[in-house]
């Protein structure tokens, strides 16, 4: 018997039967962690495909680069928004691609994988990230909250009778939970993210330099100087696009100020849930939250000051994650290796295929 199950082991092995892969699927990012290997893909969620033919050229990195470079026959669309699918067919494309990387395109590849969701995706749009995965291959499908696997993934021990804080700012959406025993105290997700940041940046150049700019200039913007607080922030940057009144390629300079004003929307817009979670939270909890303070996660969180606005709004200390960015994902490896023990704290749905 003993044989039997050594035999069964290597032949799970051979075909990748028996691998557990951690997904976090985002709007801007999709990051992939394989169990004993770490994270192994890191690519932006981004698909280039023909408009005619659906015939799809390039997707992560190399899509990325053609965002509003493409001629007219090419279109390079990001398959999700807001934290779920909005493009079924490119979103399985995506998976497929990324899990055939994994599986050194091996015939019989079928892992068990856990997907990240927002803690505000409702019961259809989470059925279809687990049919996504399905078809892209997995054997067995989990799907666990944003804020659990990001706390997983800053180390907190989510059984613990102990009041946590999280602040998840992600591409699409931010999610702010309070974790206690496993579970999800009081929640709020806010279909407000990084994306939203880059939005208003080139809505403030439109209308205050009458000047139109591409998403990727202002993410750059964003990256550079960008600030939520911008007492604590000096710079400039030169910023080109098309000048609205000639036509014409256009050079600006933009400040760090600047950028806060153009931000200033949805960055208040994530302080004030936060604070509303803040005001539902359980007095005993809240008292634990202010001993160990929030802790911030995600890319959005990466925004220059956003740790010091927040701390300051909510007279709380909050610290941001040492990597904010693969919290996630690492939390949801985590979750799913040890998932005997946690599987009465993980919000699961199962599909064999």
Do not use: W
Not at 3 to 32: E, H, N, Q, R, Y
Not at 39 to 51: G, K, L, N, Q, T
Not at 113 to 119: A, D, G, I, N
């Amino acid at each position: 018997m003993a044989s039997l199950a050594i035999i069964g082991k290597g032949v799970g092995a051979l075909f990748g039967l028996d691998m557990d892969i951690a997904i976090d699927l985002g709007t801007a990012s999709v990051l992939v962690y394989v169990k004993g290997k770490g994270i192994v893909i890191r690519e932006p969620s981004v698909v280039a495909i023909e408009r005619d033919k659906k015939r799809i050229l390039a997707i992560g990195e190399e899509a990325r680069r053609m965002l509003g470079r493409t001629p007219g026959n090419v279109v390079a669309l990001r398959p999700l928004r807001e934290g779920v699918i909005a493009d079924y067919e490119l979103t399985e494309a995506m998976l497929k691609h990324f899990l055939a990387q994994v599986s050194n395109r091996r015939r019989f590849f079928r892992p068990r994988v856990m997907v990240c969701v927002p803690s505000g995706v409702t019961s259809v749009e989470k059925r279809a990230v687990i049919e996504a995965c399905g078809q892209a291959g997995a054997r067995e499908t989990f799907v666990i909250e944003e804020p659990l696997a990001a706390a997983l993934g800053v180390g907190i021990d989510i059984t613990e009778p102990s009041g946590s804080m999280l602040v998840d700012i992600g591409g699409g959406t931010t999610d702010v939970a309070v974790l206690s025993l496993g579970g999800i105290v009081v929640s709020e997700s806010l279909r407000v993210g990084g994306d939203r940041f880059d939005e208003a940046l080139m809505r403030y150049v439109k209308r205050e330099h009458n000047m139109l700019i591409g998403e990727r200039t202002a993410e750059e913007l964003k990256i550079e100087i960008g600030t939520a607080c911008p007492d604590e922030r000096d710079g400039e940057m030169d910023v080109r696009g098309r000048d609205l009144v000639t036509g014409l390629p256009k050079t600006i300079t933009v400040t760090a100020r600047e950028t806060f004003l153009g931000m200033s929307e949805p960055i208040m817009a994530i302080v004030d849930v936060v604070k509303h979670v803040l005001e539902r939270t359980p007095p005993e909890l809240a008292a634990d939250i202010a001993d160990k303070g929030i802790v911030m996660t995600g890319g959005g969180a990466k925004l220059h000051g956003f740790d010091t606005l927040l701390a300051r709004a909510t007279n709380t200390p909050t610290h941001l994650a040492e990597d904010p960015l693969t919290c996630v994902v690492l939390g949801a490896g985590r979750a799913l290796e040890n998932y005997e023990t946690l599987q009465d704290h993980v919000v699961v749905l199962k599909k064999v295929m």
